[in-house]
């Protein structure tokens, strides 16, 4: 099965913006691969973000934006809030199957 | 208001078995596809399993495959994952996951794998 790969660990300034990409093993992240964006605080069970690229759903604030980038899958946080401090995941849709990504934990600083 | 609440989860020793419970409500449970995900703690998520409404297609991660059994009683709004052969490196947190799209997910259930 495919590997995906995130960045480990990032910082954002408060107000700042950061962008966290999302890669595939077999090539190009495209349209097809109906990615997803998950944010986990401690304890806490994982939330959605952002199904299929880049659609929001209604809790998901304004901030969080999902993208193809460079042919990675991207989700860039614009105006980051101390409570955005969390880890994320993607998690990429193959044939059949399922990968997650290793998760990227963002500090806001 | 969606809610999915798993159960099942215990200390079993190496080469157990056990079954996972997730009673679901709050939507039409026979129209979506379902996942399981587990975290061992500390750790990443992992995709393990998925199925579809109708029970007729089931797919697998290489690592759980011939070892763990997903399946689904729709009259009943619950989904099922049945754990054999079981190994140190299954203990984790298991999720169960609502799909089309994803937007909801269990508090999860422990499975703890240990001598």
């Known amino acids: 099965q495919a590997v995906v790969t995130q960045e480990p660990s990032l910082t954002v300034s408060p107000g700042g913006t950061v962008t966290l990409t999302c890669d595939s093993s077999?090539?190009?992240?495209?349209?097809?691969?109906?990615t997803y964006w998950f944010q986990q605080k401690p304890g806490q069970a994982p939330r959605t973000l952002i199904f299929?690229?880049?659609n929001r759903h209604s809790w998901t604030p304004a901030r969080f934006s999902g993208s193809l980038l460079g042919g990675k899958a991207a989700l860039t946080l614009s105006g980051a809030q101390p409570e955005d401090e969390a880890q994320y995941y993607c998690?990429?849709?193959?044939?059949?199957?399922?990968?997650f990504g290793g998760g990227t934990k963002l500090t806001v600083l | 208001e969606v809610q999915l609440v798993e159960s099942g989860g215990a200390l079993v020793q190496p080469g157990g078995s056990l079954r996972l419970s997730c009673a679901a409500s709050?939507?039409?449970?026979?129209?979506?596809?379902m996942h399981w995900v587990r975290q061992a703690p500390g750790k990443g998520l992992v995709w393990v399993s998925r199925?579809?409404?109708?029970?007729?297609?089931?797919d697998y991660a290489d690592s759980v495959k011939g070892r763990f059994t997903t399946s689904r009683d729709n009259a009943k709004n619950t989904l099922y994952l049945q754990l054999n052969s079981l190994r140190a490196e299954d203990t984790a947190v298991y999720y169960c996951?609502?799909?089309?799209?994803?937007?909801?997910w269990g508090q999860g259930t422990l499975v703890t794998v240990s001598s």
């Open positions: 996951v609502k799909d089309q799209p994803i937007d909801a």
């Open positions: 709050g939507f039409s449970f026979s129209s979506n596809w």
């Open positions: 199925i579809k409404n109708d029970g007729s297609r089931i």
């Open positions: 077999t090539g190009a992240v495209t349209s097809s691969h109906w």
């Open positions: 299929d690229t880049k």
């Open positions: 998690l990429l849709s193959f044939s059949d199957s399922r990968v």
